[in-house]
């Protein structure tokens, strides 16, 4: 793992569109969806899958038999981070309000969820149960009558499902499961078929398929942005344990080869204790290609001057996660400002974030933390502005809404105001 | 004005991706800007707005001067404007919370602005002074720091920039204004030039190369929805008056030729009368040929059985401003479940919210009302989770997260739980 200066350091991962040809796959796939329904779903289905699946929905004994195949310590844990991340986004719920003013105008802001969601869960080694809940109970906190789940039959190699992504679904609360993935499914949830009716938003991580044909339904529905590599970011002093620091550097580089874990410290013995850490961890880990992979190619420990130093650089990159493993993470809390989420002291270790705790673990990634926020309840919501203008009102304000309208050369909206002025005599 | 059965009815408008020449002429701005800077930024300006511009940044003096050249009742209704925009988002302000348990674990949910937003501000004909007023507030409101503007010189001809948008922006408090326009002026906003800091987000209307240079820079910053064209539906029952139904179909007619403005109603009658009353009202319009255009092409009166068929209509469009011209408005509320701006009564014309009333005139188009928002100061934002987990929360609840980690065979998520409690001699 690299030393370096931290005024010498950036962190520059290209955010993938795909190429050429896999723009035009996704063109088609999702116009033939959109055409032919169920009819292209199954053949997309058939040809990337490789399953002739017999019903598109999942039937609840299928739900009921991954309960079976699950074991019980798993169950019990899921259903606790379930219970965790419900009552933190509780908290997140908002309620339309209404202004009642004197002269009888009421303005306001009608927050409702939206209607339908579909939720995408992809299939294989990124089939995570963790992430079904913390996309599901979002919606569901919001008050969303429908959420979906889309996930692609190749999970369990026939058109079985993965029963741990099925006892997430249930144990969240969604009952309407569809077996399909890839870029066909994204079409399905945006578009309709005869068998999925379509939905307002979707959202969940998947391939460079998913991620393209979510782009280019975009409009048609809502989508939730499209997360890049992971990244944490751990800023510690002298104080820290270099064990400590090592693990969860480890925790978020065996993700993904793009993934990248940086320590930054003004500390030079931290920063020598932690290289050697991270190779000693390293050595025994089962994801140890692709954990190494990503230290050498977008790790780093940053060396700064100063914990000063170490905050602007923390705030230049943004990070999904950072850890604060100093001798008073509070006390610099407010300096910090750009940060998907933040983990105070030695015993909030990033996977406490990623399974249990509540707050979500879908965060803004590649520097947007600048102006992006975790997944959240508002992502389920919309508003509606609200105006009632009494007679009266109108009376008092009309003559000023017509100058208005009348400097920026709109005359028919000066005269639907006049119109009514008139009627009353004035 | 064609009269047609409701549920023969469909409103379908393509959004505008422009030209492939448009779109590679952005991408060419846009990456010279970003390589040369204000030598770039000159060029194009001098190039499409025919201005060789001397210092980009607009003078305060330049700003003092422009009230000189505006009328008093015009400084006086949008200072009165301005006030209302600001008490009505005032209430929209959230708080950073958190939530102390009992184990000692903290958790929370930080909420705080962008450091820095860039208004762009269209120049000639669609230089509105009204919205500088719905773009900025809501971002001071929110506690944004740095908000800067820009518009093109075109705007007045020379490099002088129209003094009434000149007099919104300093009354909403903005001081860094650029005379900048175009896909440039996004460029510069993005990337940042030698006279221009980059920004966080860029919010605000313009033509299509605008639109489309908001678009490629998105991700690198933030962008607001990128507006279509304008669109009322006003549901209206027999109680309704036919001349102010005209008025305010024909006031958003005239903003665009690909306006829509459209009546839901079950009286033959209304719509008869409201049919005659668009034709006698239209004749008079200083801006007639783009009403008259908009009426034909996107106007309709759609015919219900009910009124409970006119809203599913409502819902359906999903319009961007809905009046509700009916007995009881506020009896039907509850079942709009679609719309940007809800207008209730017969005093509720479309303008009162356009300029004066304070709800933001900024509002999802094309039927996105179904999962999108008028901008608020929630879209200037951000969210960032806090964690912190305490020894004996990590104690008590570290086994569940190994387990749930080694479920998704992820192991290093596991070990970064482990070393600790190994520590802690668990």
Redesign the interface.
Known sequence: MRIVKASEFSLKRE?EYGSLEQNLAVKEIIERVRLEGDLAVRHYTEKFDRVAVGELRVEQEEIRAAYEKV?A??L???R??AANIRA?HE??KRHT?M?LQPDG???G??I?P??RVGVYVPGG?AA???SVLMNVIPAQVAGVPEIVMATPPATAGEDGINP?ILVAAAEAGVREIYRVGGAQAVAALAYGTESIAPV??IVGPGNIYVALAKRNVY?V??IDSIAGPSEIVVLADETA?P??VA??L??Q???DEMASAILITASERLADQVRSEVER?LES???KPI?ARSIEDYGAILLTDSLEEGIRAVNQLAPEHLELMVGS??EI?GK?????????????????????????HI?PT?G???????L?V?DF???????????D??LN?GG??M???R???????????E??LR?EGK
Chains 1, 2 share one sequence.
């Not at 105070?344 to 705790?357: I, K, Q, R």
């Not at 400097?407 to 105001?417: M, Q």
């Open positions: 955010v074991e310590d798993f019990e844990a899921i606790e981070a933190f908290k997140q309000w202004d105008a009421i303005l802001q009608l409702r939206l209607r080694k995570y149960p963790s741990y307002d938003k409009g529905v809502d344990d064990l400590f693990a969860d480890l925790s580089a065996e993700h961890q880990l089962p994801r954990a993470p509070f809390l910090i400002e750009n940060a998907g989420a933040i983990f105070l002291g030695d015993y909030s270790s990033e996977p406490v974030g990623d399974y249990f705790a509540g707050p979500n965060l590649n947007t933390a600048r102006f992006s926020s975790p959240n508002d919501l919309k508003k509606s502005s609200l105006i009632h203008y009494s007679r009102a109108l304000n000023k809404i100058t208005l309208a400097h920026e050369g709109l005359e028919a909206h000066a005269r639907a105001i119109v009514r009627k």
